[in-house]
């Protein structure tokens, strides 16, 4: 581990790997919650359109990012609540839309081609800069900003919308709310873990919280705990064997949720033994 820290590269990444494995459980939680734990794959498409409109445009791949995954989740949330489209064929027109945009873009910018996208779909820790991090640090401080401040009305929209409405809760904008807050989340982990696999770090750690707590805050503790075990040890292990972190990030948090399961059920089965 201090070898690594050596490399100025490495101190980047490991850097946004901790903010990314606090914010993406964070309101991932909230996004389990809802149902809606495919929102992120499909943010994650069309970010995929805004990093290929970055190269074409010759501007930073990830402010543009930030611009088109922002619009397409108030879209999905809008098409979501007012139209008839099912919350998963709207998620569907985002996967296919996205990686089509995506990839006619890429196709079109000077000297581009889709290998270029591949350190923005699976990560890389070579390629996180030092405006990376700062833009990272925004975002992330503003997620997890957002989870402070509007956590509680938050919990009562995802708990049950109607209950939402009825206590007199902004609907509306609440949800846009999460939308717009997963897109941020989205831009903000793929640089180390991908737009292919970032949904996974929204998901699996809130899932392996669920196996050890019943709480709601203490399920989100636990999630953005094993986000960042999972990114931090993901992200060491790729320098070592040199492959991109996000396939590592994502086994470690499968293996925590393994993990997990294992725990809860025997957990479970040792209390009416302790009892008697």
């Not at 994650?44 to 190269?55: D, E, I, R, S």
């Not at 000297?111 to 640090?137: E, H, P």
């Not at 402070?148 to 939402?164: H, I, K, N, P, S």
Request: proline content about 3%; hydrophobic content about 55%; some cysteine.
């Amino acid at each position: 581990m201090i070898d690594l820290l050596r490399y100025d590269f490495m101190q980047r990444a490991l850097i946004a790997a901790l903010l990314v494995g606090l914010a993406a459980p964070a309101i991932g939680t909230f996004i389990v919650q809802r149902r809606l734990a495919l929102l992120g794959d499909g943010i994650g498409h069309v970010a995929l359109t805004g990093v290929a409109l970055g190269f074409l445009t010759g501007t930073a791949p990830v402010l543009t990012a930030v611009v088109v995954s922002v619009l397409g989740a108030v879209a999905i949330e809008l098409v979501r609540e007012r139209g008839r489209t099912g919350g998963d064929v709207a998620l569907a027109l985002l996967f296919y839309g996205g990686i089509a945009g995506g990839v006619l873009l890429i196709s079109l910018a000077p000297g581009g081609s889709n290998a270029t996208l591949m350190s923005y779909l699976f990560g890389s820790i070579s390629s996180v800069t030092v405006q990376d991090v700062w833009v990272i640090a925004l975002l992330a401080a503003a997620v997890l900003g957002v989870v402070t401040v509007f956590g509680r009305e938050l919990f009562v929209l995802c708990q049950d919308e109607e209950v939402a409405k009825a206590s007199g809760l902004p609907v509306r904008f609440l949800s846009l709310l999460i939308a717009i807050t997963a897109a941020l989340t989205v831009v903000i982990a793929m640089r180390v873990v991908g737009l292919l696999l970032v949904s996974a770090l929204m998901v699996v750690p809130v899932a392996t919280g669920q196996q050890l707590t019943r709480g709601f805050r203490s399920t989100m503790l636990l999630a953005m705990l094993c986000g960042m075990v999972a990114t931090v040890g993901g992200l060491t292990s790729s320098f070592y064997v040199e492959v991109p972190p996000g396939a590592l990030i994502v086994l470690f948090a499968l293996g925590g949720f393994v993990l997990a399961l294992g725990l809860g059920r025997f957990v479970r089965r040792s209390r009416p033994q302790e009892s008697n």
